[in-house]
């Protein structure tokens, strides 16, 4: 008597060393879903939560890899996906989302006296990176089966939306998060199987960030005293907190339909 493949969810995390990410990698590890996160420094404590190996999670157990990459160097880590996702197998998948979440954030000031190289890694790792993990991930999984849903979840910003002096950089590759969303979204609606695309708000959230922005220097990053104000007021969620959220929007059997998201904004 022959028995059906175990399915599970599939899930692949940009940016889970740390914050957001990890407490994301973290939860989802704990739904069940098997989990693919790309990272410079893969997290032990994710690694100790449970590891098997390859063949063991592509027969349709739930497990963890990680890979250690540059994401400021991204076509090599695109086409690493790319054939990464190509060769799950297609019984074993209940889902398939990516989740963009990595960012890198240049010292809070104007954008004249920012470094360079600074500026580069910023915008590589912030949209050229989730806009060739997106290509590879799509084109990789266009023969899933129509009841698969494919889902890509970019993690964009408030200040995406509205523009902060002293954050060029990062307002410019998070409204470019939405803009690419938009047109992803439109091309989608196009397909049988299209994928169905979110760029979500999580809100302020205590991270490494935060730490950033409200250590600035006020002189040259005058949002400084409103940084440092949501952390002595209380008004930061945790990443645990964020995380919940930001899985609640991946889980909604209405996601996609509204294409630019905030977790604030009333359901």
């Known amino acids: ?13 940009t940016g889970a060393s740390r914050g957001l990410g990890l407490a994301i990698a973290k939860q ?11 990272q410079r420094t893969p997290n032990v404590d994710l690694a100790n939560l449970t590891v098997l190996g390859a063949s ?4 349709g157990a739930n497990g963890l ?22 060769s799950l197998p297609r019984g074993t998948i209940s889902s398939l989302s990516l989740i963009n979440n990595a960012a890198m954030l240049v010292e809070p000031g104007p954008l004249d006296s920012a470094d360079f190289i600074a500026i580069s ?45 002293g954050s060029a950089v990062y307002c410019a ?23 169905r695309i979110i760029s979500l708000a999580p809100g302020v959230i205590d991270t490494d960030m935060q730490v950033q922005l409200r ?4 002189l040259v990053f ?31 059997p209405d996601f996609g339909t509204t294409v630019i998201a905030d977790v604030r904004d009333p359901n």
């Open 1 to 13: 008597m022959s028995t059906s493949p175990v399915t599970s969810p599939v899930t692949i995390v």
């Open 28 to 38: 989802l590890l704990a739904k069940g879903h098997r989990l693919l996160t790309i």
């Open 56 to 59: 063991d999670a592509h027969n």
């Open 65 to 86: 890899e990680q890979w250690s990459v540059d994401l400021t160097s991204p076509v090599e880590v695109a086409e690493q996906l790319q054939q990464w996702v190509a």
């Open 121 to 165: 890694h910023a915008i590589r790792a912030g949209l050229e990176a989730p806009v060739l993990l997106s290509a590879a991930f799509l084109g990789a999984s266009n023969d899933l089966a129509p009841e698969v849903p494919r889902k890509i979840l970019n993690i964009s910003s408030g200040l995406g939306r509205t523009a902060m002096a």
């Open 173 to 195: 590759t998070k409204a470019g998060m939405d803009h690419v969303s938009r047109s992803l979204a439109l091309e989608a609606a196009q397909q049988p199987n299209g994928a």
């Open 215 to 218: 250590g600035a220097d006020p």
């Open 222 to 252: 005058p949002a400084q005293q409103r940084f440092a104000g949501l952390k002595s007021g209380g008004l930061l969620d945790t990443p645990e907190s964020a995380a919940a959220k930001v899985i609640a929007y991946l889980e909604r």
